[in-house]
């Protein structure tokens, strides 16, 4: 196996081996930082510097500066780099979600943790072995806006950046121009978990759906009174947190510009979701955007979409990354020279152990779910509208029946338009397909790889363009397997832009549309 994966993951650092030479009995998993490539075995060897691992490809030599070792087996070491670090936190939900993420760390790692709070916010964290006195790894919080915390960043103010909204690309292309690297790039954008912008009300509101374009309308101002969406004759208060949260970046990116609108002036902006939501749970007339992990004493309004199907938040959809408002908490790191100990804390993160703590605390983690085609009711009913030729009538049988016994896994490969390669989160997504593939109970089943497009464009173009991503799946599935998976016994099929998921009609459901799905016979 080539070592070119490993050896680009950061540089070796000191460490000493508190034991060397023996023999592990127990499975580890060496995992590179960003998650990309992961292997498991036995360590035959560990010299400080490098692993020895028996392994199912072989015994392997990989360099300790370019993986992270999670196992009960895993040496001990003694990591000489610097034991704190600065996280900077955009969103309140980003700070939930870590202080779960601490508790599962130092679990996992029977390390001892104190947090120290400030009005309820925690400012520290640290991790100590038991009877030291000495921290193994402290983490000081702070809650920059999203410019902020990009700025303290590549600056090296702060070391990892949580936040539930990506860097945009403005702002990765102003601070590449000013010599920094692209926080875009593997290894330095890392999917650690999936969450849903979810419209909430007031439990006693009637109101039982809302579209993103009735939406853009009252974020506008245009629509300001309950009675225009069938409720009670009353007035809308919006409430929306402040610009630089994510929640306000979702509004302005997926709901007013797509609609070509801008927000109210008078818009009631608040210092967080959780306010938002706190309000909104007290005056019936009320509504607000929030995570899906802190929706408590509120109701959660289901989205229509313009072509007709309701949208919930289910984990499926998220983890599918179907429900339109659909969100990832995104870790960042401008370098991966950086202490072992927190380069295995960012590890943990994107851990399989991480991604149930997650789901705990009311996020999704991208533990793979299957379900079948039957329980795929909005799937089916967008499939059936949109059959109105008789050709498209005919692949849609052809489709039903070759699904018809089968499990579609939830994750799913999505692509920008007219590309072919994948993006960080699909890369990683890659690994846990493999891992799951790999499983004793599914090592008999025939294994699908459907590419969809949206409906713009030639059809005979379109299902050539969606086998060449099929494809690309493909490859980076049996690369991530390391040679374990026979790519003969992955079937990658084309149907162009039948059983959409999303509605062509909207530049969010095109982008839903262009997929590729992995589905278990």
């Known amino acids: 196996m080539s070592m070119r994966h490993y050896t680009r993951f950061g540089a070796i650092v000191s460490v000493l081996a508190l034991f060397a030479g023996q023999t592990i009995a127990e499975t580890v998993t060496l995992q590179t930082v960003d998650g990309n490539i992961s292997i498991q075995g036995q360590i035959v060897a560990f010299d400080g510097e490098t692993y020895e691992l028996s392994s199912s490809v072989g015994t392997l030599t990989l360099p300790a500066g370019g993986v992270v070792c999670l196992g009960e087996a895993c040496p001990e070491i003694i990591d000489e780099g610097a034991r704190t670090a600065a996280i900077g936190i955009v969103d309140a939900p980003s700070n939930a979600l870590l202080d779960r993420l601490f508790k599962a760390y130092a679990d996992g790692r029977t390390f001892g943790l104190a947090q120290e709070s400030d009005a309820g916010a925690p400012v520290l964290a640290t991790f100590r072995e038991e009877g030291d006195d000495e921290p193994v790894l402290e983490l000081n919080l702070s809650s920059p806006s999203g410019r902020e915390a990009f700025e303290a960043l590549v600056a090296g103010d702060t070391q990892i950046v949580v936040s539930s909204a990506p860097i945009g690309d403005a702002l990765a292309e102003e601070l590449i121009a000013q010599g920094h690297p692209d926080l875009r790039a593997p290894g330095r954008e890392v999917v650690v978990a999936l969450d849903a912008a979810v419209p909430v009300v007031h439990p006693d509101n009637p109101v039982r759906d809302v579209s993103l374009p009735v939406l853009a309308q009252i974020a506008a101002g245009r629509i300001t009174n309950w009675s225009e969406l069938g409720g009670p004759d009353e007035p809308i208060r919006m409430v929306l947190p402040q610009p630089g949260s994510s929640a306000y970046q979702i509004v302005e990116d997926q709901i007013l510009r797509p609609n070509r609108l801008r927000l109210d002036r008078n818009m009631e902006l ?23 992990a802190l929706v408590s004493n509120t109701k959660p309004v289901p989205l ?8 919930l938040p289910s984990t499926f959809t998220v983890r599918a990354e179907e429900y339109p408002l659909s969100r990832r908490v995104l870790v960042y790191t401008a370098t991966q020279q950086q202490s072992q100990r927190l380069n295995d804390f960012i590890a943990f993160a994107g851990s399989g152990a991480a991604q149930e703590t997650f789901t705990d605390a009311g996020f999704i983690g991208q533990t793979i779910e299957a379900v079948p085609l039957s329980l795929q009711g909005t799937r089916l009913a967008l499939a059936l509208m949109s059959a109105n030729a008789p050709e498209v009538s005919e692949s849609t049988r052809a489709l039903t029946e070759l699904l018809m016994e089968g499990d579609r ?9 007219g590309a072919t ?6 890369r990683r997504d890659a690994v846990r397909v493999a891992e799951y593939l790999m499983q004793p109970e599914n090592l008999n089943r025939e294994i699908l790889l459907l590419g969809f497009t949206d409906d713009v464009g030639r059809n005979d173009l379109n299902e050539l363009l969606t086998l060449r991503q099929a494809t690309s799946i493909r490859d980076a599935i049996v690369e991530a397997s390391l040679g374990q998976i ?4 992955i079937d990658v099929r084309s149907f162009g832009s039948i059983a959409p998921v999303g509605c062509n009609e909207t530049l969010a459901g095109r982008n839903s549309n262009r997929r590729v799905e992995v589905w278990l016979r």
């Open 409 to 417: 896994l939830s994750t799913t490969f999505r692509f920008e338009a």
């Open 304 to 311: 229509r979409q313009v072509c007709g199907p309701l949208s």
């Open 270 to 292: 608040v210092e967080s979701e959780a306010i938002a939501e706190s309000i909104v749970s007290d005056d019936p007339g009320a509504v607000t955007l929030v995570s899906n």
């Open 486 to 489: 026979d790519p003969s016994r």
């Open 421 to 426: 390669e994948i993006d960080n989160k699909s």
